[in-house]
């Protein structure tokens, strides 16, 4: 009876726990899947979308001809990013499935957000307890921020989930001294994808590898040894074999303008405060300072671990500091370090809480459950806040309105995302939003002067001009005025106006 | 040597022994942490109260300009005068008008009665984070204690809050204070001790009722952490706090209900039993407390009792604690909808969180050394500007001069007679009757409608031409509400002219009607 008990409580209750949270955790990223996903960052959903069709139609021999001439040449509009992984493999589903279903993606980035979930349990159950890996694993899927971004169509779900592969890899690496050969391919392999998926990766995994590195008992023997060298060479060759080799100028153009043209806003207090104020809206400044605090609480290789994705993270802001100052998704590396904090912080109530009344106990896990509840229902809210199934028809609609016989210049939503994909149409130039040129504004370049002569020069050779994005428009006065009084309303449709560039009033 | 010149050596090394405590890094954080305090809620303190709770701040305005005017203080004319003494003696007086008074003497200096109350909020709730820190150093060490001054002073909410002219910023001072002083005695009691636990707490109910919730459980607590129920009841010391806690109170209610009768109607509409079997009301209650205290300080606090030594603490806190859940069920439904009725939730948070804060610090010194200790303490310092920024941005964000004008304005067309006005107001007409010298009727609002049903009462439909029949004008500030009474909405925008508009408010000429002949027409 006693050995059932201890077993139970041992074995079968940390596991009933494991599952109950992923299981909660699928729930909440599954709810309203089918919701067309404007949720979170549109442009970036849809451009994988887009890409996948294309990928999707190329690859189904079955596909009308005219439409997979479309697809693929809507596909070929996108810049390339990271290695279309994610789309592919999508696009191979979709062909397995028989469609293309928006959901199929969103549900497959949800289970890499979880696979990474489980390996962060192992993870903290590791350096931590049971109580510390349950709480990490709690916070990384109940999280709201993390339920609506981590089942986003991009690859940057599967990166962090990489990310805390690699971390738990390399974790049991660091453990076997850097001695085990499975261990050591292991954490190259998760390394290498982590980055390859997006290469943001690579700040942290290069900081908990050396982490981790300086955790090892014999170091300098470690340096003689195959494995370390065998680890390293995965970690870079996979990564480097595409992004040096294989998209290597492309890779210096971004970096260049994303970098290096930026810098000078590292520079700019408010930069900071923008990443906070970006920061405050996805998790509560005060966990973000417990967790910080509590990762030094944590053994040896769990700071590895940990302090890596910390100065990862922080790597990421001060290399791309307009990204990650305006756009969440770049904050989604800072959840595992976040959740391995609170696993320490846990793990060391824990043990106190040992020494107390069982109703104090009692007490304990009651509350752990109302805020995990609590956290839960917030997360579902959010997600049932809002409804997109209306916002196809009217892209669809104008997609198939719009003249096909001159070219059309755009200031629309999400660089033309949303038409290109539900409209299968695509502007031929695009207008600059007033976010853009901010951009280009903090990148060194100077606002044109004469306004006239700006619209003259984006407008030759075109023949309408698409305005979606009203907000905009009314940004920027002088470009309403130009074309309110100077030319025709071709077309008007919900949502849209296509004014007449041909003609004047 | 020189005798005179080893004197003053001698003298100046004595002082420099006993200002060396004064100028240690601690005091000089604290003191940094009390003058950062200040500026902050000193910053803009002028704007009119109108960024948090109008209603219940031009309350106390009210009452408080009615004393100013009935002392002969305040630069008013004879007719705002007399209107002011009437206003402010109209007003209900739920608990005593001790900040009322206080404002108001303090305006006979010359300063405007509003900024004087605010002042007085705000260095009582600054007065408050003395025994914060002193009883959050005791759970948690410098460094707790520190940290929960920080969240006593920042917290974006505390800071708004504590700069409001009502009484909760006082009763909260008063909360940390007695909290203080019952840690004290339960640690080594004394009737000295006694008194001051007494005298504290009694002053803290005395000014608002409620704080005998957190209070009465924090004492019970602390008591019965260490002492049997027997010894505490024989106890003289025990029985001198329970006396001197509640009889001040008890008196004031007693001369409210069955003296002056102005308390006997004041108890309606507070206790709302059937809201318990709503899960609603519980995650509206969740809702409030994330917006003020936030979720994870009240789980860091909780986690912190969890790692408190003290056992006197410990029961004062989960005392504290249970006291403030047993005043949400007492007040269910002002705790779910107003932010403001968590207030007493501050320095218990504050204090369950030094323990937490102390052990982390030792924590990260053992395991990480001083560069954790360094980065941890960067990454607060960090946070916590981050913090001050957003609020000062809060605070300078919004500017409400522009209204008090607009109401003298509206007051002086509507020619001061109150008796011709009915409005649907945001705030039950406050700012006309504190600006314009007016005490309109009120249109209830759907809110209150509400209230009532759940309290039980019957409702009949509000009648317009019933209601309106004696009114020349209706006042429509909150057009919101408007839109929710679409019966009300059509009635006035269908018959009646508009009389006046700016952008706070619409006046409707009831007397005017819209399809009435004009004369001469």
């Known amino acids: 009876m006693h050995t059932g008990l201890t077993l139970f409580r041992a074995k079968l209750l940390p596991l009933l726990g494991l599952i109950t949270l992923l299981l909660l955790g699928l729930l909440l990223r599954i709810y309203d899947l089918d919701d067309p996903p404007f949720d979170f960052h549109p442009t970036r959903q849809l451009r994988a979308a887009i890409i996948t069709r294309g990928m999707y139609y190329q690859m189904d021999q079955a596909a009308d001809p005219a439409r997979k001439e479309q697809a693929i040449a809507l596909w070929q509009t996108m810049e390339t990013y990271e290695p279309p992984i994610f789309e592919r493999l999508t696009a191979f589903v979709y062909l397995l499935t028989g469609g293309e279903r928006l959901w199929i993606p969103r549900l497959l980035a949800s289970l890499a957000w979880l696979a990474g979930g489980l390996a962060l349990y192992d993870l903290a159950r590791r350096v931590t307890s049971t109580w510390g890996a349950a709480t990490a694993l709690a916070f990384f899927v109940c999280l709201p921020f993390s339920v609506v971004a981590s089942r986003a169509f991009q690859p940057d779900p599967l990166m962090v989930a990489l990310t805390i592969c690699s971390a738990w890899a390399l974790e049991r690496w660091s453990a076997s001294d850097g001695t085990s050969w499975k261990w050591t391919l292991l954490a190259g392999i998760f390394s290498g994808l982590a980055i390859l998926f997006k290469v943001l990766a690579v700040f942290g995994v290069v900081a908990m590898a050396l982490g981790f590195f300086l955790t090892l008992q014999r170091r300098k023997q470690a340096l003689r040894q195959p494995q370390t060298w065998v680890l390293a060479g995965l970690l870079t060759l996979l990564p480097a074999g595409y992004y040096l080799f294989g998209i290597g100028k492309r890779s210096a153009d971004f970096a260049f303008f994303w970098t290096v043209q930026l810098a000078d806003l590292l520079l700019q207090t408010k930069f900071y405060l923008r990443w906070l104020a970006l920061l405050h809206g996805l998790v509560d400044p005060i966990l973000i300072f417990l967790a910080l605090a509590a990762s030094f609480l944590l053994p040896a290789r769990g700071k590895a671990a940990a302090l890596g994705l910390w100065a990862g993270y922080l790597m990421i802001g001060l290399t791309f500091p307009y990204q990650v100052a305006s756009h969440e998704y770049y904050s989604l590396p800072l959840l595992p370090p976040l959740a391995l904090g609170f696993a320490a912080l846990v793990d060391a109530i824990s043990n106190r809480l040992k020494t107390q009344p069982r109703l104090a106990r009692a007490g304990v896990a009651a509350i752990a459950l109302v805020v995990l509840g609590y956290t839960a229902w917030v997360a579902r809210s959010t997600l049932a806040a809002q409804s997109y199934r209306f916002e196809p028809v009217a892209w669809e609609k104008m997609g198939a309105a719009l003249p096909r016989d001159g070219e059309i210049i755009a200031l629309v939503h999400d660089y033309g995302n949303r038409l290109k994909y539900y409209g299968w149409r695509a502007p031929n130039r695009y207008w600059l939003t007033t976010g853009d040129s901010a951009l280009m504004a903090a990148a060194g370049s100077s606002a044109p002067q004469d306004f006239d002569a700006y619209f003259d020069d984006q407008t030759k050779g075109m023949h309408y001009f698409l305005v979606t994005l009203f907000s905009d428009l009314e940004a920027q006065p002088l470009l309403k005025a130009r074309l309110y009084d100077t030319y025709p309303i071709a077309q008007q449709g919900d949502g849209y106006i296509l004014f007449d560039l041909t003609r004047s009033r | ?521």
Request: hydrophobic letters at 50%; aromatic letters at 14%.
């Open chain 2, 1 to 521: 040597m020189n005798p005179a010149h080893s004197k003053n050596r001698r003298w100046l090394e004595s002082l420099r022994a006993a200002l060396q405590p004064v100028f240690s890094v601690q005091v000089m954080a604290v003191a940094v942490i009390f003058l950062t305090a200040a500026i902050l809620r000193f910053y803009d303190l002028s704007d009119p109260p109108l960024d948090f709770h109008p209603t219940r701040q031009l309350h106390s305005a009210l009452i408080s300009r009615g004393y100013l005017a009935a002392w002969g203080g305040g630069n008013l004319t004879d007719f705002e005068r007399s209107r002011a003494v009437a206003l402010g003696a109209s007003e209900s007086r739920i608990e005593p008008p001790v900040i009322e008074f206080l404002a108001a003497c303090l305006a006979l200096l010359g300063t405007d009665v509003i900024f004087a109350g605010r002042a007085l909020a705000a260095g009582a709730w600054l007065f408050g984070g003395l025994p914060v820190f002193w009883t959050g150093r005791r759970f948690g060490g410098v460094t707790g204690g520190m940290v929960a001054l920080l969240l006593f002073f920042f917290l974006p909410y505390a800071v708004i809050a504590s700069r409001a002219f009502q009484p909760d910023p006082l009763m909260v001072s008063l909360i940390a204070w007695a909290l203080w002083a019952i840690l004290r005695f339960g640690d080594t009691p004394s009737p000295r001790r006694a008194a001051w636990a007494g005298l504290l707490a009694g002053a803290a109910i005395l000014v608002k009722q409620v704080a005998v919730f957190p209070l009465g459980l924090a004492f019970a607590g602390c008591l019965l952490a260490d002492w049997e129920w027997h010894r505490a009841a024989h106890s003289r010391t025990v029985w001198l706090i329970g006396i001197l806690s509640f009889l001040p109170a008890l008196l004031y209610n007693v001369y409210g209900v069955f003296g002056d009768g102005f308390l006997s109607q004041q108890y309606a509409l507070r206790f709302f039993p059937a809201l318990y079997s709503d899960p609603g009301f519980y995650i509206r209650w969740m809702l409030k407390v994330e917006s003020t205290v936030s979720l994870p300080v009240l789980l860091g606090a909780l986690l912190g009792l969890a790692l408190l030594q003290n056992r006197n603490g410990r029961g004062l806190l989960i005392g504290g604690l249970a006291g403030y859940l047993l005043y949400g069920f007492a007040f269910a439904y002002h705790i779910s909808t107003h932010d403001y009725y968590q207030e007493p939730l501050f320095p218990l948070v504050a204090l369950g969180m030094a323990p937490l804060a102390g052990w982390i610090w030792k924590g990260i010194g053992e395991r990480s050394g001083k560069p954790g200790r360094v980065l941890s303490a960067a990454a607060l310092i960090g946070i916590t500007l981050f913090t001050l920024y957003t609020t000062r941005s809060t605070l300078r964000r919004t500017d409400f001069r522009p209204e008090p004008p607009l109401w003298r304005a509206l007051a002086a067309k509507m020619e001061y007679d109150s008796a011709n006005v009915i409005g649907l107001f945001d705030d039950y007409g406050y700012r006309l009757m504190y600006w314009g010298y007016m005490m309109p009727a009120n249109w209830s609002t759907t809110g209150d409608e509400q209230m009532r049903i759940l309290a039980g009462q019957t409702l009949t439909p509000q009648d317009f031409q019933t209601i309106t029949g004696s009114k020349r004008f209706f006042v429509v500030q909150n057009l919101k509400e408007l839109e929710n009474q679409p019966i009300l909405r059509n009635t006035l925008y269908n018959n009646y002219t508009i009389f006046d508009q700016t952008n706070a408010y619409i006046v409707f000429d009831l007397k005017s009607p819209k399809n009435a002949t004009q004369p001469g027409q």
